[in-house]
């Protein structure tokens, strides 16, 4: 997978958070793999910077189409905050907040 210089850098910032893969196919993760490790043991400032690079849209997109097995790797609080926090705050949703 090709990535923006930017979401290399973002990756190689964080490569400690992939330890399990080669070094030199880090850089090649792919964007569901990304999100996973980032929502589930980022801090605050890398799961926003997530959102900058990859758009909330695109989270959204992943976590709504992850297969029960992949949703099995998210810490459950996890996956729920940020399936709902998505589905409120991308474009194009038709939730509309009431206060």
């Known amino acids: ?4 210089p930017e979401i ?7 490569k400690d958070l992939f330890w399990y893969i080669a ?4 850089k ?6 990304l999100v996973e ?3 589930n043991y980022g801090n605050e400032e890398s799961i926003k910077k997530l959102f900058r690079l990859l758009g909330i849209t ?8 992850l297969h029960p ?16 926090y998505t ?3 991308a474009q194009g949703n038709s939730f509309k907040r009431t206060a």
Do not use: C, D, W
């Open 1 to 4: 997978m090709q990535h923006t």
């Open 8 to 14: 290399e850098a973002f990756i190689e910032e964080h």
């Open 23 to 26: 070094p030199n196919k880090k």
């Open 28 to 33: 090649n993760i792919s964007e569901e793999v």
């Open 37 to 39: 490790f980032i929502l």
């Open 58 to 65: 695109k989270v959204k997109y992943i976590l709504e189409n």
């Open 69 to 84: 097995r992949q949703k099995g790797n998210y810490f459950p609080e996890i996956y729920n905050y940020f399936l709902h």
């Open 87 to 89: 589905q409120r705050h």
